[in-house]
Structure formats: C-alpha cells, structure tokens
C-alpha cells in the first residue's frame, strides 16, 4: 500500500465503496496488524515513506490530561440535552459539527454550520472547553497547513471570524455524543470533504474501554486510549471503531476542503503543495516510461544479435 494509490483511487472521484468481503474476512479472522498502544508517539508510513497516520499518547499531550478533562465535564453537563442527531453514514446516534462550512456548494460563502449556531451556548462553551486541546495540538503538529500559511503571509490580524479556525490548526471540528448507553462506535466511513493536503485530529475522551480505530485499507486497527491525539488522512482512509464499552465520546478536528479553496480565493494567497504533488507524480511517469523505453531498445537489440 502507498500513500499514491491512496491518492489515485480515492481522492480525485471520492468513490466511496462498501468495504470487499474479504477484507471484512481477513478482520473477523484477527488477521489485522494491531496497533497497540503505547508511551511513546507511533507514526504509520507506508512503502513510498508516506505518513499516513500518527498517534501522540496523551501523557506527551498533557501529563494530567487536562486537554481533555473539560470536553468531558461539558459532555457530562450536555449530553442529554443534545438532540439525537444521528449520522447514518457514520452509524453515531449524536453528533455537533461546529464548524465553518460550505455545503456542498463549491462558490458558496463561508460560514458557521447550522448545528454551531442553533446550539449557541452549548457549542461556544464546547470551543472554549476545548482550547487547550487544540494548543497543545498544534504543538504536536506544529507544520500543518493552515497555521504554517497563516503566519507565513501575516494573515491572523485580518481574517474574518468566518475564515478564523475554531480549533487551532483546524477550522472546525465533529463531536461524537455518547447518548442513552450507546458509546460512540462509528461504522466504516471516509471524510468525502476533507482537506485533500492535510490531516485531521481525532482524540476519543471519556471512561472507556476497547473502541480501537480500524483502517481498512491499511489492514490496522489503532488503539486509542483516553486523550490520545491520533493525526491521519481520514479523507482518504476508510476507517470505524471497534467495540467500546463505558462512555467513549470522541472528537475530529478537520478543515473542510472547500472552506481552504474558498479561504485561498478570498485572501490571494496560493497553497502550491498539490501543483508540486503533481509535478513529482509526472517526473516518475516520464522516468519509468524513459526507462520502460531503454529496456525495449536494449530488448530489441538483443534480439538482432
């Protein structure tokens, strides 16, 4: 598995397929490469050296675990006035997408999602509850995208609120509700809208057991523990959980391609980094199809003598 097959297959046509049965074999068979957790950061590459997964454990986060103890007072204060808003492509009985958002519509304006401002209160108290968390992300991540561009070109002072990240590197993020004794155990998914150069952040939060993190296409299974920081490619990753038993909650930091793109047109600035994806992507093609060339040439004469 490379991270340019990734790439190829899944993020120009987005073609979500339901997982092939002999995956789900190989899994029920405890044939997966299990992943377990650790004291120590574990990053996940793959054979072209692509990064396509790393996990921070919580302990290097925030000794005390502080950056999630909020989240975990807000749920417990909330959860059961949320709305059970279930997301049946994920399979999670309640989730609140605080964020900015164009839906689907790609010359839109950016805004606020719906579920940001209809929950008013409760979504600016879960912002504020979650900052640290995002610090202390950031910290971990310090060349993601949006911040390293944002700096770079001195745009902090002059973004609107609409273009300004709610979650630190992030402009928004998911948050997965445990409701009515249902820990959050999402079904195999990819994030269609997600940034296509960057990663998200998940970090599961609450007293839980099991609940580990399976990439399919990857043949791996993660275990997550509470406050672990896990950074991957959710958009181009088929990924869902396993059994979890107590209260798992869970939340993704994500930055929605769109909002980037439209970001991008409104300030004048130009992320390069899939223009020089793609200008490495046709200088192999035209070495592999020179070398292809010089092999037939040698082949041919060869066959002369």
């Given at each position: 598995?490379?991270?340019?097959?990734?790439?190829?297959?899944?993020?120009?046509?987005?073609?979500?397929?339901?997982?092939?049965?002999?995956?789900?074999?190989?899994?029920?068979?405890?044939?997966?490469?299990?992943?377990?957790?650790?004291?120590?950061?574990?990053?996940?590459?793959?054979?072209?050296?692509?990064?396509?997964?790393?996990?921070?454990?919580?302990?290097?986060?925030?000794?005390?675990?502080?950056?999630?103890?909020?989240?975990?007072?807000?749920?417990?204060?909330?959860?059961?006035?949320?709305?059970?808003?279930?997301?049946?492509?994920?399979?999670?009985?309640?989730?609140?997408?605080?964020?900015?958002?164009?839906?689907?519509?790609?010359?839109?304006?950016?805004?606020?999602?719906?579920?940001?401002?209809?929950?008013?209160?409760?979504?600016?108290?879960?912002?504020?509850?979650?900052?640290?968390?995002?610090?202390?992300?950031?910290?971990?991540?310090?060349?993601?995208?949006?911040?390293?561009?944002?700096?770079?070109?001195?745009?902090?002072?002059?973004?609107?609120?609409?273009?300004?990240?709610?979650?630190?590197?992030?402009?928004?993020?998911?948050?997965?509700?445990?409701?009515?004794?249902?820990?959050v155990e999402t079904t195999p998914h990819r994030?269609?809208?997600?940034?296509?150069?960057?990663?998200?952040?998940?970090?599961?939060?609450?007293?839980?057991?099991?609940?580990?993190?399976?990439?399919?296409?990857?043949?791996?299974?993660?275990?997550?523990?509470?406050?672990?920081?896990?950074?991957?490619?959710?958009?181009?990753?088929?990924?869902?959980?396993?059994?979890?038993?107590?209260q798992r909650h869970s939340v993704v930091a994500?930055?929605?391609?769109?909002?980037?793109?439209?970001?991008?047109?409104?300030?004048?600035?130009?992320?390069?980094?899939?223009?020089?994806?793609?200008?490495?992507?046709?200088?192999?093609?035209?070495?592999?199809?020179?070398?292809?060339?010089?092999?037939?040439?040698a082949a041919k004469a060869d066959s002369r003598?």
């Amino acid at each position: 598995m490379t991270l340019n097959y990734l790439r190829s297959t899944f993020e120009r046509t987005q073609n979500f397929k339901t997982t092939p049965q002999w995956i789900i074999q190989k899994y029920n068979a405890g044939h997966f490469r299990r992943i377990k957790a650790r004291d120590v950061p574990t990053a996940i590459k793959l054979k072209d050296g692509g990064i396509v997964g790393y996990r921070v454990p919580a302990h290097l986060v925030m000794s005390d675990l502080s950056h999630v103890t909020p989240l975990e007072e807000w749920a417990s204060r909330y959860q059961h006035k949320l709305p059970r808003a279930k997301d049946t492509s994920r399979g999670v009985h309640c989730v609140r997408r605080y964020a900015s958002w164009i839906k689907y519509r790609r010359n839109s304006e950016v805004g606020f999602s719906s579920e940001y401002t209809k929950d008013g209160e409760i979504s600016a108290n879960f912002i504020e509850a979650s900052q640290l968390l995002w610090k202390r992300a950031g910290h971990c991540f310090p060349k993601h995208h949006h911040l390293r561009i944002i700096k770079e070109l001195n745009l902090g002072s002059t973004l609107d609120d609409n273009h300004r990240p709610l979650c630190g590197p992030w402009m928004g993020c998911a948050v997965n509700v445990a409701v009515d004794n249902k820990p959050v155990e999402t079904t195999p998914h990819r994030d269609l809208m997600g940034f296509a150069e960057g990663m998200s952040c998940l970090c599961p939060f609450g007293e839980f057991r099991g609940g580990g993190l399976v990439l399919w296409e990857l043949k791996a299974v993660v275990e997550l523990r509470r406050g672990d920081l896990f950074f991957f490619m959710d958009h181009l990753i088929n990924h869902s959980n396993e059994k979890a038993y107590g209260q798992r909650h869970s939340v993704v930091a994500f930055t929605e391609h769109m909002v980037w793109k439209a970001t991008e047109r409104k300030y004048g600035f130009k992320d390069l980094r899939a223009e020089r994806r793609k200008a490495r992507r046709d200088r192999r093609k035209a070495t592999a199809k020179k070398s292809t060339g010089a092999l037939r040439k040698a082949a041919k004469a060869d066959s002369r003598l």
